[in-house]
């Protein structure tokens, strides 16, 4: 699968800078960004600041690898997203996240699924040529 496509270039990219923000905007509330005196880890928990911390970085490098136009940058975002919205649709209590978080993390999905489809279709037509 090729990312190289030029057609696919900016979609890309929009994809990129999503991931990239919702990475740095778990980041935040990692560092406890608008929580004033109280500590991340007391309002998370152990496990959930570690599975934020984890879908943080896998998120923030998945944008980075989009960004390079790297297959495994879409693989890693798929692969992150998912776990953690199955992680939350199981209804685990470490997982929290916004209406408006869930919304985010479903159209990344659907981007990427685009992303992959629009992929897959361009290489079959160079094939075909």
Do not use: C, H
Not at 9 to 29: E, F, K, P, Q
Not at 40 to 62: D, I, K, Q, Y
Not at 68 to 95: C, H, M, N, Q, R
């Amino acid at each position: 699968m090729s990312f190289k496509s030029p057609q696919l270039g900016l979609y890309i990219r929009i994809v990129a800078l999503l991931s990239l923000a919702l990475g740095l905007s778990d980041a935040g509330r990692l560092l406890g960004v608008n929580l004033g005196a109280t500590s991340p880890v007391a309002v998370l928990g152990p496990t959930g600041f570690v599975l934020l911390g984890v879908f943080s970085l896998s998120r923030l490098f998945a944008g980075v690898g989009l960004w390079l136009k790297a297959s495994w940058g879409a693989v890693l975002l798929v692969g992150s997203t998912t776990a953690e919205l199955a992680l939350y649709l199981a209804g685990s209590p470490d997982i929290r996240m916004s209406a408006f978080g869930f919304a985010v993390r479903i159209v990344l999905l659907v981007a990427i699924s685009v992303i992959f489809a629009l992929s897959f279709r361009f290489s079959r037509a160079q094939a075909a040529d």
